[in-house]
Each structure stands twice: as structure tokens, then as C-alpha cells.
């Protein structure tokens, strides 16, 4: 399944991509159904850096997903490589059910535009239960169709939220 979202943001490119490189758990306070954003690693190699983010969501579980997605499971591992030089990032989101099934990666372009950002991501997110322990077969190919849409309903919107969170924490640092 596809994930995409297109943002404009009234600020510099540069503002813009520090804020998400280096200020994220700031930000995650100006994020609706974020609780928290913890930097687990930062490496930094030249204009690179690379970041292991764990995101912790606010949302309830589904009922329908309920059987096999805890609480605890609204966490997820986001691992970005930041290029400065162009102002783009390779991802890579690991949630934590699921861990072997979900495959979810993508890119984020900053365009400068004008005072303005353009942030442009693009990104992919395929679900297989076959594998899962405790779910049978004909279960897993009726529920996979809707955890993957749950979880892209937690992945699409909380960019886009994140695009104007970043928008908002900018706005705050004068």
C-alpha cells in the first residue's frame, strides 16, 4: 500500500529540515496522538546523520485488531538517514507487532520554496500474517487488509500532523 504526503510549510528549508533531524522529541509536544519521540541512537558522518527514533502513539487498539495488537504494540522504531547536502532522508518504520510482516520504507524531500518548504514523502507499507503465531490462515487474509489499513491511518495522518507540528514548534521559536 502506498503512503504519500505533501506538505507546505512557511518556513526555510534549513529550519525545516533541523527541526526533523535534530529537534523531533521537541516537537512531538505540538504532535496530537504522539506521546513521545526518544532518539535511541544518533550517528553523525559528514553531511549524514543517522537516527534511530522510537515514536510512542496515544491511540487505542482497533477492536477488530484487538485479538493480536496490545497496547504496548503502538510503538514503532523509525531509522532515518538525513543527507544535509539535498535535504532528503531515507526511512525505514519497524513497528514493533508484527516486526517480520510489516515492511514499511519510503523517502522525504524538503523543497525549498521561496520563505516556504515543500516536504514530499513517499513511501510503501506491505502486511503479510501468514507468519504470525496463533492466527490462523483464513483469519490472517480477512484481517490483513484492515491492521493495514490501521496502520497506515496511524503512519499517513502523523506525517502530515508532523509536517504542521514542525510548522507550529517553528512558530514558537520566534
Not at 532518539?39 to 553523525?44: A, G, H, I, P, Y
Not at 527514533?53 to 514503532?76: G, T
Not at 497506515?152 to 517553528?170: D, K, Q
Request: hydrophobic share 40%; with cysteine; glycine share 6%.
Amino acid at each position: 500500500m502506498e503512503i504519500r504526503s505533501e506538505s507546505r510549510l512557511h518556513h526555510s528549508v534549513d529550519k525545516v529540515f533541523e527541526a526533523y533531524r535534530d529537534r523531533l522529541p521537541e516537537v512531538a509536544a505540538f504532535v496530537p496522538d504522539i506521546r513521545e519521540i526518544n532518539v535511541l541512537s544518533r550517528k553523525e558522518d559528514g553531511d549524514t546523520v543517522t537516527l534511530h527514533n522510537e515514536w510512542v502513539s496515544d491511540r487505542d487498539v482497533p477492536k477488530v485488531a484487538s485479538k493480536i495488537l496490545k497496547p504496548e504494540h503502538l510503538r514503532w522504531d523509525d531509522f532515518a538517514t538525513w543527507h544535509t547536502s539535498d535535504h532528503h532522508c531515507e526511512w525505514v518504520i519497524k513497528m514493533r507487532a508484527f516486526t517480520d510482516a510489516v515492511d514499511c520504507s519510503g523517502t522525504t524531500r524538503l523543497v525549498g520554496d521561496g520563505d516556504a518548504t515543500r516536504v514530499v514523502l513517499q513511501g510503501t507499507l506491505d502486511l503479510d500474517l501468514r507468519d504470525i503465531p496463533g492466527v490462523p490462515a483464513f483469519l490472517g487474509s480477512r484481517l490483513a487488509p484492515q491492521i493495514e489499513k490501521f496502520i497506515v491511518s496511524l503512519i499517513t495522518p502523523n506525517l502530515e500532523r508532523t509536517n504542521a507540528a514542525i510548522g507550529r514548534f517553528l512558530d514558537s521559536q520566534g
